[in-house]
Structures are given as C-alpha cells and as structure tokens.
C-alpha cells in the first residue's frame, strides 16, 4: 500500500504559476498523473484545477531558463515558473512521459475468450496501469449479466476455460472460487464529462465510441468461430452495423478537430500577412530610424504580454491568454534584443511595427508598441530627420493591441470607495484606458468645425445656436467608454496641431488635480481648466467636471466671448449588469459680449423609457426670447428648427454686462436658483416652431471597425496617443519631454504590456510623491510651465490664464528647453 501511494504521481512539486497583474507569479502545487495535471493551493490541499494531457500542450521558452507554458485546447495558456532550469527539465521529461503512458493506456487490448479480454487504461483508471495489469489480472466480458470476471493470473497459466463462467450480481462465490472478481459493464463507457478528468464531451465520446469498436470486433470474431449458417448471418449484418457506426462516428470527430484547425491556421495566416504588409508599407514609406533621447528608456521591445485573464485564490482558474488570441509558439518568440528591436520598431513614426510574437515574460521584459496601422509620411523624411511640411500622415485607426480582458472583481476594488471622490485615489489600472485626462480635454474639441462655422456666422443668434451645438458634441465619444483616463502628473503636458486647430494642456495642480487647457485657430479661441470630480454611489458612477469653459469667436476682427458650462455624466451598472452611460443635468451657455445665452437639458432616462440619451435646447436672444429649438439625441443624432419670435419682449436684457443673470435678490437666493426658476418656467411641449424649418445640424462621425475591442475608441481618440512623424522628437521635432506621448506607464498598458505598465505607473506616482515632499509649502510655490494663475473677472474664481510662450517657443525649436523630464527613470 506504501509502495503504491508513493507512485501515485509521476510528477509532483511547487511551481509559480501566473495569477493576474494584482497577485502575479503564486506558488501552486502541481501534481502529475498519466490522465492528468492538477494543482491545488497547498500540498494534499484541494485541487483547485486540472487539466487533460491530450488536451495539452507544453512549450519551452528559449528565452527564460526557468519558464514554461501549457496550452490547454478550448481554455487559455497556463504560464508557468519553475526554481530552477533542471526542475524545468524534469517536469517537461515527466509531462512527455505522462502523455505517452496515455496513448497507450488508450491503446486497448481485447483478447479472445480463450485468453482474457483485457480493457486498459480508460479515463480514470491511468493508475499504475502495468502493475495493475499484472496484480488483478485481466477482465473477461461477460454480456448475459452485464458483468466482467476478472481472471487471477493463477487460473492463466493451466489453461483457458472452453467457456467463459457467468458472474452474476449474486454470484460472488463462483467468481472467488474460480479465481476471477466481477466488474460492472456499465462502468466500461463515460456517461458524463464531469469527473476526475476534465474531458470535452466530444473527446469523452470518441473514447466510448473506441472502446465500444474494440470489444465488439473481438467478441463478433469470437462468435464466427462457433456459429454457422443464419446465426453466422445475423452476426456478419451486427459487425457491419457496428463497423459503420464506428467509423461514421469518427469521421464526424475528425471533422471537427479538422475545421478547428483550419480556423486557426486561417487566422494564423491573415494575422501574420496582415502584419508583414503593415511592416513593408511602413518601410517603403519611411524607412528605419534610431530612436533617440529618453524613449530608449521605456524598455519596449517586439514581446507582447500573454496575460489576459486573472488567477486570483477567490477564482483561480483563468489563464494567462485565450487559445483563439494565442497564433505563435514560444519558440518563435522575440529573439532580437531590445536595441535592435529598438531600430526596427521606429518606423518613419515613433509609431512602431506590430509585433509578430507575443511577449512572453513579465515584468523584466520589454512591452511591443505594435501599432495597427500604417501611420508614417508619405514622402521620404529629409536627411535631417525632420516631416516634410505638408507631408500626408495617415494616422492610425486601431492601437497596436486589443483591450485586455481582465476578470477582476470591480465591487471588490470599488466596495470600500462608496462616496469618496475616485480623482483622488490611485484606482488599479485595468480600471484606466490609454488616454490621459490632458488628451481627454482635447477630444472635447473632435467637433470643432462648429466653432469655425459659427464664427462665419453674420446673426449672433446664429453663432450662439453653433456654440450650443458644439457644447452637446463631447458627450458623443463618450458612449461606451466606461474606463476612466490616467491621472496626469504634476507639470505634465499635451499639445495637438493637426485637426485643424492648436491645443495644448498642462496639469498645473495635483490636489486637487486641475488641468488647464488652450485651443485656438483662425475663428476661435477656446481656453478653461477642468477638476474631474468621481463618484462612486454603490451601483453607479457620477463624474462633475468642474472649471471654467470660455470660447472667443473671432468675429469682424474682434472677440465674442461665450461661456459654456457642463453637466455631469453618469456610469451606470458598474458591479452587475451591462455598462451604460448618460449625461444628465441641464447647461447655461451665456454670450458674455452681447447678453445670448441658451438653455441645454440632459434628460435622464425614465423607469419606462425606451429612449435615453436625449437632449434639447432653446437659444434666446438677450431679452430671452427662443429663436432656435434644438433636440434629438447627444449619441447620435440632432436637430435644429426655428422658433416664431414672441409678440411680448423683455423691456432689459437678461443678462448684465459680465454675463450674469439680471434677477431679484429679494426674490431669489442666488443666481442659481433664479436660473432655476427661469427654466422651470419653460414650457418644451408647447414651443412654437416654424414649420418645414427643421434639419439635422450634427450627427457623430462613425468609429472604426470593432472599436468595441480598443476601449470604444473614435478616430479622433485613437490618434490622441500616437507617436506619429509630426510629433516624433527622433525626427527633429520640437516638442517638451513632458508630453503624455511620452508617458511610459499609459505607452505600455497601449501596447498590452500589463506588468511593465504597473511597475512603470507605481514608479511614476512614488516619484510624484518625492517631488511634493521636498516642496515645503505644499504646491503654493510650484509654478507650472505654460500658464499662470489669475482671478477671473467674472467668475471672481481662480483661473489659469495661458501665457503664449508653448507656441512661440516651439516655432524657435526651444518648447524642450528648461523642462524637466518628470517620466525618466
């Protein structure tokens, strides 16, 4: 009994085994057996899971002496890490040796009568299988009484028995007598998958359908030998209808496994064509450059993670990728070193080529920002390394990998955070999209064309309806993106010039954290600062955006000044249930030089609505009469229609001269509640519109294809992050090491790269905090870049007034001068 329970497993011992990006590497018991591999959380703990060897797969990585992984068909890759290389060694030499005990375990033996039918080494009876061949001796089929007497090795060697003996349920003495022990016919075929092998159906039914083909072929053989004439008829017509079911049987399996594979090797080879026209293309069109400065600090290089699924001891039981995401072996993973990856990967942008091989270790090696798309100039860069001006960047359309699944428990994370503002606490980062709040700003102005056309507006009632038309166009890009963007660093900046308007943006305050921005062009001038206020309700997520939003129109070679205001948005099923978004809320947009202003409502989704994200707005001239009607939906479509002018006017404007609303102070609290007032005087069911008046002013530019896939991304978004030609540094581009580009830790997560970006985001925030420390008074004595501080006349609030230097100096090829480089390591 000793001897038998020490050979219980071929294999056994502790191996690390990849959990998530929170637990990382855990140590895992591993026990080996010819059917299967399992492991549990402790030495004879419970087993957590296992997996079938001929469902498995183990690879060696060249790369990590230490490291190995097992690719379960159906169900992911398992990543591996022994102590060291020849435990490495052992454990592959035992898994080879456990596979092939089962193949041949599988090779049943059914002798005739005369002998013994043997049936070996069905799931769940791998055991000491040879021994136990030699100790219980071998199984005799007997089909009245649906039993097998098993006969003792001692009644082999005389000789065989001319018949077989009948063991029944009662016949126990007779089977001990004669040497044999019965066994249960109905325990030959697996009649459910659920047991000690975790066996896919199909395959539990190929095993039946074997074993059935195997012990008929030998009893019908039996049969011919003592039956004749009709009998021997019947018999034939039985193994004919027994052969075909077989084979029939086994056709359809290989037919499956045979579709499977071609699906696999298609992907395979599209994927693989996919990359090598991106990565000639990106050649032709520009060549490999060095990559220079603090970049070649980032540690990237063509490895991709293959960690996308979490291990954590409440599941434990997810893989480090999915089977249908996993196209290469281990051994062909990236052999270049990270110099030389370094060189191939900067292509004509510091937009680099997608890897071919997923990255394999975590979280020495390096991530692979494989972008997805041709993003390089068309024309050849000059010697100097400068873009050609006027040169066509495509940009790109999809980041370099997908999202990354990872199943995490949010309520987990967010259960003790009900009621705080989440801006302020460092949230995990699968909580995060690779964006920044500075890049967010920007994407406000995707729609800035509305401000182009407004300022070409002759009516100042027409340039307020435009103005009100642009205020409803953020929230568009907002659907389906419930990840929120990272937290900037303390002088962090952002800029954009190739939409057709100039942005840039700093983070100019940590506690809290404000970012102040500047947008202009030809027709506007748009400039503000925003403070992210997050809140967590238990089912939802309430998210304020709070700061000054002020827009000039260049009108006949003056400005018009407006001021916007924002409402707040609204995450909904966070914990159970599917993810939804609406704004809600109701915006005050004033015309601060003239007295316009516009009324804008955010409608709340109703019990029994079936619509939601709808809005609607009327624009006033300054004695608050409507003139416009705009309604429809703020994710996808709106409309505008004239309303007939009112017979009965205002004697004064609303508005005095500051933009403030004109009201009664002994009637009203506050502005607010006066405001209040005024728009609950609306009646929206009964506005008088001009017939035949109505077009659609906006609609939301499409996304691309499954951008389901890369957070919800637009086109718009997708750029936001890319290291394209016109904003490579390497290419002579004059552009401050602080830029988000440039941000490792929102560079790697990009690029899927989980672990680097973790380590990266954890250095980052503790450098933060070493910088605040040494500041005695706080951040009163830090000075941001680009902006200063002022009381805004209107508002009398603080407020960050942009200097003008960012652009003057970048025109002089100085922007990168004098600036700390907060990323470097």
Not at 31 to 53: H, N, Q, R
Not at 212 to 220: A, C, H, R
Not at 369 to 376: F, H, I, P, S, Y
Not at 494 to 521: K, S
Request: glycine share 6%; proline share 5%; aromatic share 10%.
């Amino acid at each position: 009994m000793a001897s038998r329970n020490k050979k219980r497993y071929l294999h056994e011992g502790w191996i690390s085994k990849w959990t998530n990006f929170i637990g990382s590497w855990r140590p895992r018991y591993f026990m080996l057996e010819p059917g299967c591999l399992k492991y549990s959380l402790e030495k004879d703990g419970l087993v957590k899971e296992s997996f079938i060897l001929s469902q498995c797969t183990m690879r060696l990585c060249a790369d990590d002496p230490v490291r190995l992984d097992i690719d379960v068909v159906g169900r992911g890759v398992v990543c591996l890490r022994t102590d060291t290389p020849a435990e490495k060694q052992k454990w592959f030499v035992a898994f080879k040796k456990a596979q092939k005990i089962l193949f041949q375990a599988y090779q049943k033996k059914v002798l005739t009568p005369s002998g013994v039918y043997s049936i070996e080494g069905r799931p769940g009876a791998y055991g000491n299988s040879d021994t136990a061949a030699e100790q219980e001796g071998t199984a005799v089929l007997e089909s009245p009484q649906h039993y097998i007497s098993v006969e003792a090795p001692a009644a082999v060697p005389g000789k065989a028995s001319d018949e077989p003996s009948v063991v029944s349920p009662e016949g126990d003495d007779l089977a001990q007598d004669s040497g044999r022990k019965s066994v249960d016919v109905s325990e030959l075929f697996i009649k459910t998958r659920f047991g000690q092998e975790p066996q896919t159906s199909l395959n539990c039914m190929l095993s039946n359908t074997s074993c059935f083909d195997e012990i008929t072929t030998k009893i019908l053989a039996e049969l011919r030998e003592v039956l004749s004439g009709d009998s021997l008829k019947k018999v034939e017509t039985l193994g004919l209808i027994a052969r075909e079911y077989y084979e029939s049987t086994q056709q359809l399996y290989l037919e499956e496994v045979r579709s499977r594979k071609e699906l696999e090797q298609s992907l395979f080879r599209v994927t693989r064509r996919n990359m090598k026209l991106e990565q000639q293309e990106l050649t032709r069109s520009a060549g490999v450059v060095e990559r220079k400065g603090h970049l070649a600090e980032m540690h990237v290089s063509e490895k991709s993670h293959t960690v996308d699924s979490e291990d954590s001891d409440s599941s434990d039981s997810a893989y480090c990728g999915h089977v249908e995401d996993e196209f290469f072996e281990c051994e062909d993973f990236a052999q270049r070193t990270h110099s030389e990856s370094f060189e191939d990967e900067l292509v004509a942008t510091n937009d680099v080529v997608p890897a071919e091989e997923p990255r394999q270790e975590s979280p020495k090696g390096a991530m692979s920002e494989d972008n997805a798309t041709v993003d390089a100039a068309s024309a050849p860069a000059p010697a100097s390394g400068k873009v050609p001006r006027g040169a066509v960047i495509n940009r790109r359309t999809r980041l370099p990998r997908p999202r990354t699944e990872l199943k995490v428990s949010i309520w987990s994370i967010l259960k003790d955070l009900i009621g705080k503002d989440l801006a302020r606490i460092s949230m995990p980062i699968c909580l995060n999209e690779p964006t920044s709040a500075l890049q967010r700003d920007c994407e406000a102005f995707e729609y800035s064309h509305l401000l182009d056309t407004a300022a070409q507006q002759a009516n100042v009632i027409d340039r307020m309806a435009y103005v009100t038309l642009f205020s409803i166009t953020p929230y568009g890009s907002a659907v389906g993106r419930a990840y929120k963007p990272f937290n900037p660093l303390l002088g962090e900046t952002y800029e954009l010039t190739h939409r057709g308007f100039n942005f840039v943006a700093e983070q100019v305050g940590h506690h809290p954290p404000i970012c102040a921005f500047h947008c202009h062009n030809q027709y506007f001038e748009a400039y503000g600062s925003t403070n992210a206020l997050v809140r967590l309700t238990g089912k939802s997520v309430e998210v304020s955006i709070i700061g000054p939003f002020l827009v000039n129109l260049m009108v006949g070679g003056a400005k018009e000044q407006y001021s916007l205001q924002r409402c707040y948005v609204v995450i909904h099923n966070i914990i159970i249930g599917k993810i939804w978004i609406e704004t809600v809320g109701t915006a005050i947009l004033r015309n601060i030089t003239s007295g316009e202003f516009a009324v804008v409502q955010y409608l709340r989704k109703g019990w029994f609505d079936k619509d939601f994200h709808k809005v609607r707005a009327l624009v006033f001239d300054r004695y608050a009469t409507p003139h416009y009607h705009i309604y429809g939906k703020w994710s996808e479509v709106v409309y505008m229609e004239s309303v007939r002018p009112r017979s009965v006017r205002r004697q004064k404007p609303l508005l005095k001269p500051d933009g403030r609303l004109d009201y009664d102070t002994s009637f009203y609290k506050n502005e607010e509640d006066a405001w209040d007032a005024f728009v609950n005087e609306i009646d929206w069911e009964k506005i008088d519109v001009v017939p035949g008046t109505k077009k659609q002013v906006w609609k939301p530019h499409p996304r691309p294809p499954c951008h389901e896939n890369y957070y919800g991304f637009g086109y718009m978004t997708m750029e936001l992050n890319e290291l394209s030609p016109d904003y490579d540094p390497n290419r002579g581009v004059a552009i401050p090491p602080t830029d988000s580009r440039f941000r490792p830790d929102m560079r790697a997560y990009e690029a899927g790269d989980m672990d680097w970006a973790v380590q990266e985001k954890q250095r980052l925030e503790d450098r933060q905090r070493e910088a605040a420390k040494k500041r005695i008074d706080g951040e009163r004595s830090y000075k941001p870049q680009w902006f200063n501080k002022k009381l805004d006349p209107h508002t009398r609030a603080a407020s960050w007034e942009f200097t003008g230097e960012y652009w003057f100096r970048k025109a002089e090829g100085t922007v990168a001068e004098g600036v700390p480089d907060i990323f470097a390591r």
